[in-house]
């Protein structure tokens, strides 16, 4: 009983001495994972913290867009200056329409990633993967 006592008492040690060092890595996390729009509904539904943003221009968003999502049109000149206005500990999903390599929302991700932000993925395949899934969207008609 003791030795189970003793190897309890090494194991929270080493736990407690461990794990700040791999917080900290997290929050140097420079690159931005992509999931798919199925763990993104997922996510989404599970996590009070997270927040969809569509990056895309404000007439593409009236149109349709994911339920409950932000628009921060990336092509807008003070996008930096409205996504510093963002709660940087909150966990943000990005995407355009498509999300190519090189589209919007890869712009709008490299600048928040300059802005501090650490929490962030790329929706794989934008909003067309989401409606193509048949994933809540809220329509100009709704």
Not at 110 to 133: H, I, P
Request: proline content about 4%; some cysteine; glycine content about 4%.
């Amino acid at each position: 009983m003791k030795s189970i006592n003793v190897l309890s008492g090494l194991l929270l040690t080493v736990s407690l001495t461990v794990m700040p060092v791999v917080h900290a890595g997290d929050s140097d996390k420079t690159t931005t994972e992509t999931i798919d729009v199925t763990t993104a509904q997922e996510y989404v539904d599970t996590h009070e913290d997270a927040i969809v943003i569509d990056v895309r221009t404000p007439a593409e968003y009236d149109m349709s867009h994911i339920t409950n999502s932000v628009n921060v049109n990336v092509q807008d000149e003070s996008f930096a200056e409205m996504a510093a206005a963002l709660d940087p500990q909150k966990t943000y999903i990005v995407h355009c329409t498509k999300n190519p390599a090189d589209g919007r929302s890869s712009r709008a991700l490299e600048t928040l990633r300059e802005l501090g932000f650490r929490n962030l993925y790329s929706l794989e395949g934008g909003y067309v993967a989401w409606k193509e899934a048949e994933l809540p969207l809220t329509d100009a008609d709704q």
